[in-house]
């Protein structure tokens, strides 16, 4: 028996809705079961306030012996940076991952990314990810005609493309989807299968012998513009205008399926009074799950004519389960996978997805009733489903054989692994705390070279000098150099060694004590080029832990876990990027050139990464805190130029854009995105306004979040979110008014009052 786990935002049911995604999960949950196998379902939710599936379904599936877990994303931290709701939902979902055999998941917004991210670095892990191409965001943005929105789909689209390229397999349901994320530029793994979807029809009875007798037209599908309904609203005014003898042939237009959101109401009110207008007995069931759904067509079958024209579609069980009701006519879009659906000789059930093309087939259709022929030929499920079982053996014996574990060969060699980079300047006692966690790693394969760029503290110089002579019994190289700027030094740390990695850290921060070994075989395992960690953020001259009992002491000032080289999302918002402190293979780093030396320019590290992604080297992220980032008011983040920190980005860019004739391209999208910034600003602080003016003092009274308003005119969502700007707004006013190491002391006994521990997992 294998554990299988299947991950999906939809599940049947919540609220009595499921979409396509959901019957998948019904379908493949029971086909696995029936098979003998441990199947859980783990729902998950990016929405922060809960959604339950339904009690009837669960009591369903608690009577077939499957196992239900929920899981829902908690609403973001202000001291999580940075703010990517897929990233952190995954994160919550991995725990419940540890002990199943093969896990599904659909490609939308991608649950398992940090479960696949963090077995990347794990030789070990031997669980079996198969993903599942149901339809990512980018194609269902397109499908909506809605652009997207910057830079959150930007993260949501990394984030599919990551986990869909480290998979074990991918299944595509269509030809058609698989062409369409290639076309795209998404990269598959080697086992990439086309294997259409599994189903369990419920027996309906008709006669497909009887000839049709067009009384009704039914559109199937949920009210949305992916499905085609503003298609099928501009085909059928179209047909009112060129034939209306055909319109008054209609004893009834109906609508089966529901909005698309609720947001979606209004523009669906006004439709129908449109087509009522044009002549049409226009109704609207939007009330039926899709087993009732399903039972009204089999009823109407041999009267009506059923439309399914989206404008894109991968493989619709809307279409399958049609295909399966005797006796049914149908009219489709020819788009996605549905031809691929109905077959060959099903020319005359498909048309174009324009309203033109669609009005004249519907004309041809309702004018001249289809033949007996003209009756799609039902879905092979019995196939279908036995290509599923198929392969969930196949992956099934790959987790039980346990071929995944990794275990990178290392050849011995007399020069260390890695050459540690560390620059130093006017640091003082913070050096001596580094190089004393530099000691006691669990893996001393490096050498250690620290540069100290021209430091003019008196202290700091005698401090350098002592530790130089302290750790001359290991090799450790000290250089004094005349101050060029933390690029030029780490350039000239890492021009001293020979090893095959470099490790750059700065003189101020903490590495934890397994991070040397741990970064190693991160590297070793995955082949990557560079790769990063997470980061707890602290303030203080102290040690953040106890290097006897690895018990932390400094309170968070913050928890940084980097998403990767999203380069598009990155040029807005480069912290997607990661931490100074990386491992990077030196052939690569020595390709690119080093750090670009820019006097007085920060932000090196994040152009570093930007520039090794640019030039197609292989970047990532090890899902672990490994580094304790010290923050000081007076460091380099804050106290430099911030325009000039951005523009040694944007020139990495386009060093590369220049070579396709588009130089000034990153600065227009730059500017264009710090203009909207500046207006999303202005627009919060006068909703705020307005809303303050009546109710000041609500919005701090204990107990406010449990009130059902603020007032009588405002929602609890809105309320929730007007409470979140105020508070960002008092942040902003106490982060101005005070210094960040009166803040953290701050904090500090706040946190010591309360007894709060601190605890690194996710």
Same mark, same amino acid.
């Given at each position: 028996? $294998?554990?299988?786990?299947?991950?999906?935002?939809?599940?049947?049911?919540?609220?009595?809705?499921?979409?396509?995604?959901?019957?998948?999960?019904?379908?493949?949950?029971?086909?696995?079961?029936?098979?003998?196998?441990?199947?859980?379902?783990?729902?998950?939710?990016?929405?922060?306030?809960?959604?339950?599936?339904?009690?009837?379904?669960?009591?369903?599936?608690?009577?077939?012996?499957?196992?239900?877990?929920?899981?829902?994303?908690?609403?973001?931290?202000?001291?999580?940076?940075?703010?990517?709701?897929?990233?952190?939902?995954?994160?919550?979902?991995?725990?419940?991952?540890?002990?199943?055999?093969?896990?599904?998941?659909?490609?939308?917004?991608?649950?398992?990314?940090?479960?696949?991210?963090?077995?990347?670095?794990?030789?070990?892990?031997?669980?079996?990810?198969?993903?599942?191409?149901?339809?990512?965001?980018?194609?269902?943005?397109?499908?909506?005609?809605?652009?997207?929105?910057?830079?959150?789909?930007?993260?949501?689209?990394?984030?599919?493309?990551?986990?869909?390229?480290?998979?074990?397999?991918?299944?595509?349901?269509?030809?058609?989807?698989?062409?369409?994320? $290639?076309?795209?530029?998404?990269?598959?793994?080697?086992?990439?299968?086309?294997?259409?979807?599994?189903?369990?029809?419920?027996?309906?009875?008709?006669?497909?012998?009887?000839?049709?007798?067009?009384?009704?037209?039914?559109?199937?599908?949920?009210?949305?513009?992916?499905?085609?309904?503003?298609?099928?609203?501009?085909?059928?005014?179209?047909?009112?205008?060129?034939?209306?003898?055909?319109?008054?042939?209609?004893?009834?237009?109906?609508?089966?399926?529901?909005?698309?959101?609720?947001?979606?109401?209004?523009?669906?009110?006004?439709?129908?009074?449109?087509?009522?207008?044009?002549?049409?007995?226009?109704?609207?069931?939007?009330?039926?799950?899709?087993?009732?759904?399903?039972?009204?067509?089999?009823?109407?079958?041999?009267?009506?004519?059923?439309?399914?024209?989206?404008?894109?579609?991968?493989?619709?069980?809307?279409?399958?389960?049609?295909?399966?009701?005797?006796?049914?006519?149908?009219?489709?879009?020819?788009?996605?996978?549905?031809?691929?659906?109905?077959?060959?000789?099903?020319?005359?059930?498909?048309?174009?997805?324009?309203?033109?093309?669609?009005?004249?087939?519907?004309?041809?259709?309702?004018?001249?009733?289809?033949?007996?022929?003209?009756?799609?030929?039902?879905?092979?499920?019995?196939?279908?489903?036995?290509?599923?079982?198929?392969?969930?053996?196949?992956?099934?014996?790959?987790?039980?054989?346990?071929?995944?574990?990794?275990?990178?060969?290392?050849?011995?060699?007399?020069?260390?692994?890695?050459?540690?980079?560390?620059?130093?300047?006017?640091?003082?006692?913070?050096?001596?705390?580094?190089?004393?966690?530099?000691?006691?790693?669990?893996?001393?394969?490096?050498?250690?070279?620290?540069?100290?760029?021209?430091?003019?503290?008196?202290?700091?110089?005698?401090?350098?000098?002592?530790?130089?002579?302290?750790?001359?019994?290991?090799?450790?190289?000290?250089?004094?150099?005349?101050?060029?700027?933390?690029?030029?030094?780490?350039?000239?740390?890492?021009?001293?060694?020979?090893?095959?990695?470099?490790?750059?850290?700065?003189?101020?921060?903490?590495?934890?004590?397994?991070?040397?070994?741990?970064?190693?075989?991160?590297?070793?395992?995955?082949?990557?080029?560079?790769?990063?960690?997470?980061?707890?953020?602290?303030?203080?001259?102290?040690?953040?832990?106890?290097?006897?009992?690895?018990?932390?002491?400094?309170?968070?000032?913050?928890?940084?876990?980097?998403?990767?080289?999203?380069?598009?999302?990155?040029?807005?918002?480069?912290?997607?990027?990661?931490?100074?402190?990386?491992?990077?293979?030196?052939?690569?780093?020595?390709?690119?050139?080093?750090?670009?030396?820019?006097?007085?320019?920060?932000?090196?590290?994040?152009?570093?990464?930007?520039?090794?992604?640019?030039?197609?080297?292989?970047?990532?992220?090890?899902?672990?805190?490994?580094?304790?980032?010290?923050?000081?008011?007076?460091?380099?983040?804050?106290?430099?130029?911030?325009?000039?920190?951005?523009?040694?980005?944007?020139?990495?860019?386009?060093?590369?854009?220049?070579?396709?004739?588009?130089?000034?391209?990153?600065?227009?999208?730059?500017?264009?995105?710090?203009?909207?910034?500046?207006?999303?600003?202005?627009?919060?602080?006068?909703?705020?306004?307005?809303?303050?003016?009546?109710?000041?003092?609500?919005?701090?009274?204990?107990?406010?979040?449990?009130?059902?308003?603020?007032?009588?005119?405002?929602?609890?969502?809105?309320?929730?979110?007007?409470?979140?700007?105020?508070?960002?707004?008092?942040?902003?006013?106490?982060?101005?008014?005070?210094?960040?190491?009166?803040?953290?002391?701050?904090?500090?006994?706040?946190?010591?009052?309360?007894?709060?521990?601190?605890?690194?997992?996710?």
């Amino acid at each position: 028996m $294998t554990k299988t786990a299947i991950l999906s935002f939809d599940v049947p049911t919540i609220n009595g809705r499921a979409g396509g995604v959901g019957t998948f999960v019904a379908h493949l949950s029971t086909l696995l079961r029936d098979a003998g196998e441990d199947v859980t379902i783990i729902l998950t939710r990016l929405e922060t306030s809960p959604v339950s599936i339904d009690a009837d379904a669960k009591a369903r599936y608690a009577a077939m012996g499957i196992k239900i877990i929920e899981v829902h994303n908690p609403r973001p931290l202000v001291q999580r940076w940075p703010v990517v709701l897929e990233m952190r939902l995954s994160e919550f979902v991995t725990p419940h991952l540890a002990d199943f055999d093969v896990i599904y998941m659909q490609d939308w917004a991608s649950a398992g990314f940090h479960a696949i991210r963090t077995r990347r670095f794990n030789p070990n892990d031997t669980s079996v990810f198969v993903n599942v191409l149901h339809g990512a965001a980018i194609w269902e943005r397109g499908g909506n005609q809605l652009f997207p929105r910057v830079v959150q789909d930007l993260n949501t689209d990394y984030v599919e493309r990551y986990t869909t390229l480290h998979s074990d397999f991918v299944l595509a349901p269509s030809d058609y989807i698989r062409e369409w994320v $290639t076309a795209h530029g998404w990269r598959l793994p080697t086992q990439t299968r086309v294997i259409g979807l599994p189903i369990f029809p419920a027996a309906r009875g008709g006669n497909s012998t009887r000839a049709p007798d067009y009384k009704r037209l039914i559109y199937f599908g949920r009210l949305e513009t992916r499905k085609g309904f503003e298609l099928t609203v501009d085909a059928l005014k179209l047909l009112a205008k060129t034939n209306p003898e055909t319109v008054k042939s209609l004893e009834q237009v109906v609508f089966l399926g529901s909005h698309y959101t609720n947001s979606y109401r209004n523009h669906v009110d006004q439709v129908w009074s449109d087509l009522k207008q044009a002549g049409y007995n226009v109704e609207h069931r939007g009330d039926l799950a899709s087993p009732q759904a399903l039972d009204f067509l089999a009823e109407h079958a041999h009267e009506s004519l059923i439309v399914i024209p989206s404008l894109s579609d991968n493989f619709p069980y809307t279409v399958i389960e049609t295909t399966l009701i005797p006796g049914v006519h149908l009219l489709c879009a020819r788009t996605g996978g549905i031809p691929e659906i109905l077959g060959a000789n099903s020319d005359s059930m498909l048309f174009d997805p324009y309203p033109r093309a669609f009005a004249a087939a519907l004309e041809k259709r309702l004018g001249k009733p289809a033949s007996n022929d003209v009756v799609p030929t039902p879905y092979d499920y019995a196939a279908a489903n036995a290509r599923y079982l198929d392969f969930h053996r196949e992956a099934a014996e790959l987790a039980a054989s346990k071929k995944r574990t990794v275990h990178p060969a290392v050849v011995p060699s007399p020069v260390p692994s890695v050459d540690i980079c560390v620059t130093y300047y006017n640091k003082g006692a913070y050096l001596i705390q580094l190089l004393d966690c530099l000691a006691h790693q669990t893996s001393q394969d490096f050498s250690v070279y620290i540069i100290d760029d021209g430091s003019t503290d008196p202290e700091s110089i005698a401090i350098f000098d002592r530790m130089q002579a302290q750790y001359a019994p290991r090799g450790w190289t000290f250089v004094r150099q005349e101050n060029q700027w933390v690029d030029a030094a780490r350039n000239t740390a890492a021009q001293l060694g020979k090893a095959e990695y470099l490790l750059f850290i700065d003189s101020d921060d903490i590495p934890t004590l397994n991070t040397v070994a741990r970064y190693l075989q991160a590297i070793r395992t995955s082949g990557d080029d560079l790769l990063t960690c997470g980061s707890y953020l602290f303030v203080g001259d102290n040690l953040p832990f106890s290097i006897e009992t690895g018990e932390i002491t400094a309170p968070p000032f913050a928890f940084y876990m980097p998403l990767g080289a999203n380069l598009v999302a990155g040029l807005l918002e480069p912290i997607i990027f990661g931490s100074p402190m990386i491992i990077v293979r030196r052939r690569a780093f020595e390709a690119i050139g080093g750090y670009r030396e820019w006097r007085g320019a920060q932000h090196e590290d994040w152009e570093l990464h930007a520039r090794l992604a640019l030039a197609g080297y292989k970047t990532d992220v090890v899902p672990e805190y490994l580094q304790f980032y010290r923050q000081v008011e007076t460091g380099l983040a804050r106290t430099s130029d911030q325009y000039r920190a951005k523009q040694r980005i944007i020139e990495a860019y386009e060093e590369r854009l220049a070579q396709v004739g588009m130089r000034g391209a990153a600065w227009a999208f730059y500017g264009m995105y710090n203009q909207l910034q500046e207006l999303r600003k202005r627009k919060l602080n006068v909703e705020t306004e307005m809303r303050l003016v009546d109710t000041p003092f609500h919005l701090f009274q204990q107990g406010w979040a449990n009130q059902p308003t603020v007032d009588e005119r405002m929602p609890i969502t809105e309320a929730m979110k007007l409470q979140d700007r105020v508070i960002d707004r008092l942040r902003n006013m106490y982060r101005d008014a005070l210094p960040l190491e009166t803040r953290l002391r701050l904090h500090a006994r706040v946190m010591k009052l309360l007894g709060r521990k601190v605890d690194l997992t996710p």
